[in-house]
């Protein structure tokens, strides 16, 4: 296997949530605090989702697995699944000619 098309990134993200979950393990003093460390916490579960779709897209980018073996990864990541992120990057981009095209209605409607 070649990898490494990210220098290994994933690594680096996977050992900043194992320091952020082992510190956020500490005995807290008051209600606040514990709301916190449960905040870190669930965002140290989070970056490991990160790192292993990170890994999973530099496997890919490096060809040691399919080209899109990498798509179950990131949607674990972005909580959707590809069709959803399909159609939220597709209104994204449509969006301002839509708007564009509304204005241009608009300019057109007033000239009559």
Do not use: C
Not at 13 to 40: F, H, P
Not at 64 to 69: E, P, R
């Amino acid at each position: 296997m070649s990898g490494g098309s990210l220098n290994y990134v994933s690594g680096h993200v996977e050992g900043a949530a194992e320091t952020i979950d082992r510190r956020s393990r500490q005995e807290a003093d008051n209600a606040d605090a514990r709301r916190v460390l449960r905040l870190r916490r669930a965002f140290a579960r989070h970056l490991r989702l990160v790192a292993e779709a990170l890994h999973a897209v530099e496997w890919s980018l490096s060809g040691d697995t399919g080209f899109g073996d990498d798509a179950p990864a990131i949607e674990r990541v972005l909580g959707k699944s590809l069709h959803a992120v399909e159609v939220a990057e597709l209104i994204a981009e449509l969006a301002p000619a839509v708007n564009d095209a509304r204005e241009a209605l608009r300019n057109l409607e007033s000239m009559q």
